[in-house]
């Protein structure tokens, strides 16, 4: 079970970057691929299944945010790069497009530090 689903985990992290890669391209040039409903829809439930993957993977390794401290950083990483998400595809300008499209690049390499090493970096741990 595990494996199952840690590798649809996987799946999504992999599915939410691209989606979020090939939305911020099409925002920069304005494209009207933007106003598609499949690409208004498709970021939210991939999104979502990532979050319930995130969970389920918490309580089979009975390993909870607010508990262990490189999971509450794992956490906290995870609102950063959401709000770095939506500069990315909602800044007012392509500048700020891009420091929110870098910025959460870097906060996904974090988590992916987080998930390999399982110490925190800030926190301690």
């Known amino acids: 079970m ?10 999504c992290v992999a599915l939410s970057l691209s989606l979020l890669f090939i939305r911020f391209f099409w925002t920069l040039r ?14 939210h439930v991939v999104d979502t299944f990532l979050l319930l993957s995130a969970a389920t993977l918490c309580v089979l390794i009975s390993q909870y945010p607010f508990v262990q401290p490189w999971l509450t950083e794992k ?3 995870v609102i950063a790069y959401i709000i770095m998400g939506f500069v990315c595809l909602k800044g007012r300008t392509p500048f700020l497009r891009w420091i ?26």
Do not use: D, R
């Not at 595990?2 to 799946?11: C, D, E, P, Q």
């Open 75 to 77: 956490f906290i990483a």
């Open 2 to 11: 595990y494996f199952f689903v840690k590798h649809f985990h996987l799946t």
């Open 100 to 125: 929110g499209l870098i910025g959460a690049v870097s906060w996904i390499a974090l988590i992916g530090k987080l998930a390999v090493t399982k110490q925190a970096v800030f926190l301690g741990g």
């Open 30 to 43: 304005q494209s009207e691929q933007l106003n598609k409903k499949w690409v208004k829809v498709l970021p």
